[in-house]
């Protein structure tokens, strides 16, 4: 049996863990001086498949430029669509069951790549197996959080960190 996938967060938040502003917008993330690429392509390298909630997808969508993951197999979990489209598949089932599955197919790893709604669900069930966190030297005191105050406990090991310009990556591994 091959090795199991792994589900990574990877994803930028302020110091007080807002990952956009409240209409998902990220420009204080991106007027934020970064040295190299903060992971990034390292993580591209790592998986074949991108998990992401509708907002998300929309916001994707909606940047002027060409969809920067149509070289991934691409989930979306919905409520409100169901199909599949050029990109993704609409995902409308227990996300639990469909990341367990997900995690037991052959394959690369499995970036989670937002938003908020979606990564606490994700935290509910314990699906994610790596956390790498680019902290932005900004509190932005509202917004779309992170976290959500929720009764979870889970214990993760601090793997590496790093200072790359004004942001501190903090890399994480499921004990």
Do not use: C
Request: glycine share 10%; charged share 25%; net charge negative.
């Amino acid at each position: 049996m091959g090795k199991r996938r792994n589900v990574i967060l990877y994803i930028g938040t302020s110091i007080d863990g807002f990952i956009a502003n409240d209409d998902g917008t990220l420009e204080w993330l991106e007027s934020t001086e970064v040295e190299g690429d903060s992971g990034y392509n390292s993580l591209l390298n790592r998986i074949d498949t991108v998990v992401m909630g509708k907002g998300t997808y929309d916001t994707i969508r909606g940047f002027d430029m060409d969809y920067p993951y149509s070289d991934y197999k691409n989930y979306v979990i919905s409520k409100s669509v169901s199909g599949s489209d050029e990109y993704a598949s609409f995902i409308n089932e227990d996300v639990k069951a469909f990341i367990n599955n997900l995690k037991q197919q052959p394959g690369r790893d499995i970036w989670l790549i937002g938003g908020g709604k979606l990564a606490r669900e994700f935290f509910k069930e314990n699906l994610i197996d790596e956390f790498q966190l680019a902290i932005a030297p900004i509190i932005l005191g509202k917004g779309i959080s992170l976290y959500n105050g929720d009764d979870i406990t889970q214990k993760y090991n601090l793997i590496k960190v790093e200072k790359l310009g004004q942001l501190a990556m903090l890399h994480y591994k499921k004990i």
